[in-house]
């Protein structure tokens, strides 16, 4: 079968995207109360939400749904396809009873297969782990943060086997694990009824 021109332009604009270096998503041409341009909707219901309070007014991407206690809400940005990566996201935990904030997702497969590096005000503390065929490891690490109010930066470097998460700026989780070693999508994640607020997500390859 030929492809024509447009087609194979097309192809090559789309793989060129998903490895484009340095990308940021900050949600303030998208369409409040629709999914932001770009992102699914794996788990959990995710919106495009004006927020008053937004790093960069005048939207954040939410996460509005009250799950279950063992369900992973997940939005994956649907054109990347990083290996190596700077990762980061400003984070504002909105409300949840039984699970509160959320976090980072990188080197995805699916909205099953990824990794992830989250905070839990609830917990006061800073985990990353692996999910596999929708199944969550122990930690690999954990560290207790004591939470504030408010606006926090979560960012995550992985190069090769090496995952290194940072919380506003100061580094508590270094570890090595190398069950995902293909590039994947990035994405976003709250669990359970974690209500929460993101801006300002940024890739960058180290």
């Avoid at 090769?160 to 940072?166: A, F, K, L, N, T």
Wanted: aromatic residues 10%.
């Amino acid at each position: 079968m030929k492809l024509s021109i447009l087609t194979l332009f097309c192809f090559a604009v789309m793989i060129a995207r998903a490895q484009a270096p340095n990308r940021t998503w900050n949600f303030d041409t998208d369409t409040a109360g629709n999914i932001a341009k770009g992102f699914s909707n794996d788990a959990g219901e995710w919106r495009a939400t004006a927020d008053p309070s937004a790093p960069s007014k005048p939207n954040v991407l939410a996460q509005l749904a009250k799950s279950s206690g063992s369900e992973f809400n997940v939005t994956l940005v649907t054109d990347t396809n990083y290996k190596d990566v700077d990762l980061s996201v400003k984070l504002k935990a909105v409300s949840g009873r039984s699970d509160q904030g959320g976090g980072l997702v990188w080197r995805a497969k699916d909205a099953k297969n990824y990794y992830i590096a989250r905070y839990n005000p609830l917990e006061d503390n800073y985990r990353v782990y692996k999910v596999v065929n929708g199944r969550r490891s122990s930690e690999f690490q954990n560290a207790n943060i004591r939470h504030t109010d408010g606006w926090h930066t979560v960012r995550v470097t992985m190069s090769g086997d090496h995952i290194e998460c940072y919380y506003d700026d100061k580094r508590y989780l270094d570890v090595h694990d190398a069950t995902f070693t293909s590039g994947g999508k990035i994405g976003l994640w709250s669990k359970a009824d974690a209500q929460s607020h993101f801006d300002d997500l940024s890739v960058k390859v180290p």
